[in-house]
């Protein structure tokens, strides 16, 4: 990256302007994300909401943290709580038909993927019986690909919490999806 974050930020504030340049670095990973967990059409809305939030709070960004990333993905977490049940409906229509919206207009039907679509269809209904915090943490290093410490910061907790809702979660997925036929992930 050409200019660290923090640097960015604090030049966003005398420049508005300047602050397209997070989203640029950030928005096609965010939504991504976003789409993964909420699906297309929830997606571009909590995006755009999420980089509303951050550029009305960059007068309060840690300039010691060079990098936005953790930072945006707190906040897109935040957005997505008030889409949460939306997410769990989602998880379950695909515990129930072993469609994944999101990556089913994307893939090529073969028999790979047949097999990835049943453990997939488990797999939604373990992450769907998470409680909230778990969820987040987990899909947060599963999905975003954040480390642990990157999900602390997102999540404004402790890394041990962190740590903690992972060692928790990581089972209970695995019982989830063996009690549903599903296997090991």
């Given at each position: 990256?050409?200019?660290?974050?923090?640097?960015?930020?604090?030049?966003?504030?005398?420049d508005?302007?300047?602050?397209?340049?997070?989203?640029?670095?950030?928005?096609?990973?965010?939504?991504?994300?976003?789409?993964?967990?909420?699906?297309?059409?929830?997606?571009?809305?909590?995006?755009?909401?999420?980089?509303?939030?951050?550029?009305?709070?960059?007068?309060?960004y840690?300039?010691?943290?060079?990098?936005?990333?953790?930072?945006?993905?707190?906040?897109?977490?935040?957005?997505?709580?008030?889409?949460?049940?939306?997410?769990?409906?989602?998880?379950r229509?695909?515990?129930?038909?072993?469609?994944?919206?999101?990556?089913?207009?994307?893939?090529?039907?073969?028999?790979?993927?047949?097999?990835?679509?049943?453990?997939?269809?488990?797999?939604?209904?373990a992450?769907?019986?998470?409680?909230?915090?778990?969820?987040?943490?987990?899909?947060?290093?599963?999905?975003?690909?954040?480390?642990?410490?990157?999900?602390?910061?997102?999540?404004?907790v402790?890394?041990?919490?962190?740590?903690?809702?992972?060692?928790?979660?990581?089972?209970?997925?695995?019982?989830?999806?063996?009690?549903?036929?599903?296997?090991?992930?």
């Amino acid at each position: 990256m050409s200019e660290q974050d923090a640097a960015c930020i604090e030049r966003s504030r005398r420049d508005p302007e300047a602050f397209a340049e997070v989203f640029r670095r950030y928005a096609p990973d965010l939504t991504r994300y976003v789409t993964r967990r909420l699906g297309r059409d929830a997606a571009d809305d909590v995006v755009a909401e999420t980089f509303l939030a951050a550029f009305r709070q960059r007068d309060r960004y840690d300039p010691a943290r060079p990098s936005a990333r953790p930072w945006l993905y707190g906040i897109a977490t935040n957005q997505m709580g008030r889409h949460v049940r939306a997410e769990v409906r989602q998880l379950r229509v695909l515990e129930r038909t072993g469609t994944d919206q999101v990556t089913a207009p994307f893939t090529d039907r073969s028999d790979d993927r047949v097999s990835a679509q049943a453990s997939g269809r488990s797999l939604a209904g373990a992450l769907a019986a998470l409680p909230k915090g778990h969820r987040d943490a987990l899909l947060l290093i599963a999905w975003a690909d954040l480390n642990y410490e990157e999900t602390a910061q997102a999540l404004g907790v402790r890394l041990g919490t962190v740590r903690s809702r992972v060692s928790h979660a990581a089972p209970r997925t695995r019982q989830e999806q063996s009690d549903n036929g599903g296997g090991h992930p």
